[in-house]
DNA sequence: GTCTATAACGGGATAGAC
DNA sequence: GTCTATCCCGTTATAGAC
C-alpha cells in the first residue's frame, strides 16, 4: 500500500477528528494530507469509500495502540491490564482524542450509512472479543456468555462515558472515574455469578 | 408559540431520525412540515438555530414521555420504575426511535457545534438528577452523590447501547438485557456501599 | 501516480409579493 | 405569517496534462 494512500488516511482520521464526519471537506483533508484533491479521488471510490477505509484504518490503529501498550505490561496483574486498556480511550491526548472522536463520528454516520456498518460490526466484534478475553483473565471460571455480556457493557458504557466527555459535558475525570468503578462492579458482579458454590446460590437476574 | 413552529420542530425530529442531523436538508424539512422553505428562516434564525431549538423540544418531549409513563405506574415498586424509565428508550416503537436517534445525533454533532452544547448539557443534567431520583426511591440510604454517579453510568450505558442498537451493530434485545443486568448490578453495588453492616433498611428520608 | 483546472450541482439563505 | 422565485457559494467529482 502506497504511502500516500496512508498518509491520506491518517490525515482523514484528524480531519474528521476535528471537523466531524459531516465537516469534512475534501479540499481540507487533501491539504492536510499533502495532496491534490484529484489524489484522493483516484485512491478512493468517492467520499464514503473513503470514509469506509479510513473507519477501518481507525480502528486497527487504536487495536493496535491498546495491544501494545498491554503488552509492554504483559507482567501486571489481569485487572491491572484490563482497566488500563479501557481506560486508554480516556484520556486527553492528541492522537487519543483524535481516534476517539473519529471513532465516535463514523459509529454515529453508520445510523444512516448502510456503507459503513459492516466495517463497523466487525470492528465492534473485534473489541468486545478483546475486552472479554480480558476478563475471561481475570476470571477464569466464568462462562464465556457472562464475559461477553460484561464486556458489551463495559464497552458500551465506555462509549457513552466517550461520547459525554468528547462533546464536553462530562469533565474526564468523571468519566474515568466512572468507567473504574463500573469496571470494579461489573468483575464483582461476574465473579460473584461464577461461583456460586462458595456463598448462597446466586441465580440469574431476571428472566427474559 | 405558533402551531407552525412546533410542527417544523416535531417535523425536524421526524428528519433528523430518518436521514440524520447531516442529512438534514431544510428542503425535505418544509415539505415534512407542510411549509415552505423560507417560513423555516422566519422562524428560526438558521440552519443551527434550528438545531439548537429542535434539541430542547425533542428533550423535552423525552422527559414528558418518562414522566407520563412512570406517573401511571405510580403505584409500582421503585426499581420497577426505574427499569421502565430506562427501558423506555429502547424499544421499536416509531416515536422512541424517532426520540432517541435524534437524541444522538445531536449530541454527536455537538462535539463540534458548540451552539448546540449549552442545551445539550441541560437537558442531560436534568435526566441524570432525574434517574438519580429514582435511584433514591430504590435506595433511600444512599447518599446523593454516590447516585448520582450511579445515574450517570446508568444513563452513559443506555447512550452507549441505544448507539450501538440505532446504529445495527446490537440486536435490540441484547441491548435491553444489557441494560436490565447493569440496573441490577449498580442497584446491587450502591446498596451494599450504602449499608456496609446490615441490609434492607427502608426508612430513612432523603438525604442531603 | 500526481497535478491543475473546471464542470456540475446541491442546498443554504434571501428578496419581495401577498 | 406565509408564499414563490432566485441567487450564489461551497463542494463533490472529473477531464486531461505531465
Given at each position: 500500500m502506497s504511502d500516500r494512500r496512508t498518509a491520506i488516511l491518517e490525515a482523514a482520521a484528524t480531519v474528521i477528528a476535528r471537523r466531524g464526519v459531516r465537516g469534512l471537506r475534501v479540499e481540507e483533508l487533501a491539504t492536510e494530507a499533502g495532496v491534490s484533491k484529484a489524489l484522493i479521488y483516484y485512491h478512493f471510490e468517492d467520499r464514503t469509500g473513503l470514509l469506509r477505509r479510513t473507519l477501518a484504518f481507525v480502528s486497527n490503529r487504536a487495536e493496535r495502540y491498546t495491544t501494545e501498550q498491554s503488552a509492554a505490561d504483559v507482567a501486571a496483574e489481569p485487572l491491572r491490564r484490563l482497566e488500563q486498556a479501557l481506560l486508554?480511550?480516556?484520556?486527553?491526548?492528541p492522537h487519543v482524542r483524535e481516534n476517539s472522536t473519529a471513532w465516535g463520528e463514523l459509529r454515529a454516520s453508520a445510523v444512516f450509512d448502510p456503507a459503513l456498518r459492516d466495517e463497523l460490526a466487525l470492528a465492534s466484534v473485534i473489541w468486545v472479543r478483546e475486552v472479554a478475553d480480558q476478563l475471561g483473565a481475570v476470571l477464569?471460571?466464568?462462562p464465556e456468555s457472562a464475559l461477553t455480556a460484561g464486556a458489551e457493557r463495559l464497552t458500551a458504557l465506555l462509549e457513552g462515558l466517550s461520547a459525554r466527555w468528547l462533546s464536553g459535558i462530562l469533565p474526564l475525570s468523571d468519566a474515568r472515574a466512572g468507567m473504574r468503578e463500573a469496571i470494579g462492579v461489573e468483575v464483582a458482579h461476574l465473579a460473584r455469578s461464577a461461583t456460586?458454590?462458595?456463598?448462597g446460590l446466586r441465580q440469574a437476574d431476571e428472566p427474559d
Open positions: 486508554l480511550e480516556l484520556q486527553d491526548l477464569p471460571t466464568a456460586p458454590s462458595a456463598h
